[in-house]
């Protein structure tokens, strides 16, 4: 079974830190965006925000025109009580959605963005 599958099955069944275990055991996980994406969410549901933001601003650095990682970044922020650094990736996040061929979620992911938006105060 594959890292990836096996990660989303420990996190299926709420086992984060199983997911979070088997990630780090795996060096070769370490580079892929997807388990990278997946670790964040398991520390993310474990309420541990700024290990969840170190991986999320770590998976930034090599895919920065991904709409999701920037809103998951905006997130954590904001459960941090940075309201500034969410807003500026909530906004990062809608651009990025404004310039994606993404049409089916497209819509409903920019009214969700422009409601974080508001929400911390843009």
């Known amino acids: ?3 990836q ?22 060096k070769e996980a370490t580079k ?3 388990i990278q994406i997946l670790l964040a ?6 309420n541990k925000h700024q290990e969840a933001l170190t991986v999320l601003l770590s998976v930034e650095e090599t895919f920065d025109k ?6 998951n ?8 009580g940075n309201k500034p650094e969410a807003l500026k990736y909530y906004q990062k996040s809608l651009a ?5 061929d993404d049409v089916p979620v497209k ?6 963005t422009e409601q974080d938006i508001k929400r911390v105060g843009g």
């Not at 096996?6 to 275990?21: D, P, T």
């Open 96 to 100: 990025q959605l404004k310039d994606t």
């Open 41 to 46: 969410t398991a520390y993310m549901e474990q």
């Open 5 to 26: 599958t096996e990660v989303e099955k420990l996190l299926y069944q709420k086992k984060y830190s199983s997911a979070i275990e088997l990630i780090e055991y795996q």
């Open 107 to 112: 819509e409903d992911e920019v009214f969700f």
């Open 1 to 3: 079974m594959c890292v």
């Open 32 to 34: 892929d965006k997807e």
């Open 73 to 80: 970044i905006g997130t954590e922020y904001e459960r941090l």
């Open 66 to 71: 991904d709409w999701k990682i920037s809103r």
